[in-house]
Every structure is written in C-alpha cells, then in structure tokens.
C-alpha cells in the first residue's frame, strides 16, 4: 500500500541551530513530493516541490532549503534556524485517481512536523 | 495572496445541524478540491469537483462549483462531532502545484 512517512513529529530548536525534517513514502515510485508550512490556524504555504531526484523548485526565498537524495525521500532543512520558521510542516505526495476521478490528481499529506524555535 | 479563499473563517454549529462553507479563486481551474485537518493533524483529501461539473456528492458531503463566479461550496449535512476540523479549498496553480485557502474551522457541539 502507499503511506507516506514524516518525523520527527514534534521539535523545539534554539534560534540558530540545524534542522533536518525528513519524508519517505512507499508503495511508489517517482512521485511529486511537496513540503508545506502552515503557521498557527492559518492556511497552507507551499515552500518547495520536486519532480524528481535531485530536481528541487523553491516557491518562496526563505532560510530553509530542500533535498532529494532519493526517489522516495524528501528533506527539509536550515543551516541556522530564524524564530519565524516556527510552524506546522508537511510533506506531501501527488496521487491519481483517488478520488475515484480517471486521471484527477490529489495530494496526500503525511501526519506533520512541528516546529518550535525559542 | 492565496488562490482559495474560504469562508466563513470559523463556523460554529449543534449536531445534527448543516454546515455551509465557500471558497472563491482567482484564476481558472480544472479540477477544485476540498481537504479536511483535524486539529494538529495532515490534512486529508475529501471529495474533488471537475470544472465541468457543477454539484457532486459523496456520503453527508455536496460541493457545488460555479465557474462563473469562480467559487464553490461544501456543505456538511446532518454533522456530527467527529466533523469537527477545519476545511480547506484548494487549486492546482501551474503545473503539479496546488495553493490552498486559509480554511473555515468548524465546530459541532453534541
């Protein structure tokens, strides 16, 4: 079956450490992987996609950067975290035909990481 | 600024009660979608209406799309607690990439 995978499920850095989230999913192979920031009630941001091994687009400049070191993996990352990159994260995946719709697109999302920076 | 917008921003309501939520875009779509998040969770894929299409349902779901008007609803009939979670619109923008609303947080009371 397809899942996808997120952790850690919960983080609290200090101001100016690393950070590393990490995504896989199975039961795939080449999918369009997406990382999204959702701040506290508010809607979904969409931060970075890949169509592929090592093939990373970035939607908004921002202290964070994204890998794909594999077909099935995506990472998330900062060198030096900022108190603005608090937030909810979530990977995600684009699947066809679950909705019962030939062809139709979806995206399924993994159960989130949060992030506090103090 | 955000493809989907929804409305109401939050929606209180009894079981039992219908809830009634919109969202409008700005470019022309495909497809609309509609996802829901329970609280600190991913969010889920509910139900997607075609640009063709103009009223579908699925079990206590029915979503309406006008073109015209570039907006859409989701209505929840006869809700129950378990409903409770916010509800987001979203559009495919581009090749592959989908933006989302800022959601309509419902809350049914037993």
């Known amino acids: 079956s397809q899942t996808i995978h997120q952790w850690p499920a919960t983080l609290v850095q200090p101001v100016g450490s690393p950070l590393s989230l990490e995504c896989t999913v199975e039961g795939t192979s080449n999918p369009n992987l997406y990382w999204y920031r959702q701040a506290a009630g508010r809607g979904l941001q969409l931060l970075f996609y890949?169509?592929?091994?090592?093939?990373i687009s970035s939607e908004v400049p921002q202290n964070l950067s994204a890998s794909r070191p594999q077909d099935r993996q995506f990472i998330l990352s900062s060198k030096k975290l900022l108190l603005s990159d608090s937030g909810f994260y979530l990977c995600?995946?684009?699947?066809?035909?679950?909705?019962?719709?030939?062809?139709?697109?979806?995206?399924?999302f993994g159960a989130g990481s949060r992030l506090t920076v103090l | 600024s955000q493809q989907g917008e929804e409305d109401p921003q939050a929606l209180s309501i009894q079981e039992g009660e219908n809830a009634t939520m919109n969202c409008s875009y700005k470019t022309s779509i495909n497809n609309l979608q509609w996802y829901r998040q329970n609280s600190g969770r991913g969010l889920v894929h509910l139900i997607l209406?075609?640009?063709?299409?103009r009223e579908k349902h699925s079990g206590r779901l029915r979503v309406t799309l006008d073109t015209s008007k570039k907006s859409s609803s989701l209505l929840i009939t006869a809700s129950r607690a378990a409903d409770t979670a916010s509800y987001f619109c979203?559009?495919?923008?581009?090749?592959?990439?989908?933006?989302f609303g800022a959601g309509t947080q419902v809350v049914v009371t037993p």
């Open positions: 890949s169509v592929g091994i090592g093939q």
């Open positions: 209406i075609r640009s063709n299409e």
């Open positions: 979203a559009t495919a923008v581009g090749w592959g990439k989908f933006q």
């Open positions: 995600a995946w684009r699947t066809s035909g679950t909705s019962g719709v030939r062809g139709a697109n979806v995206l399924t």
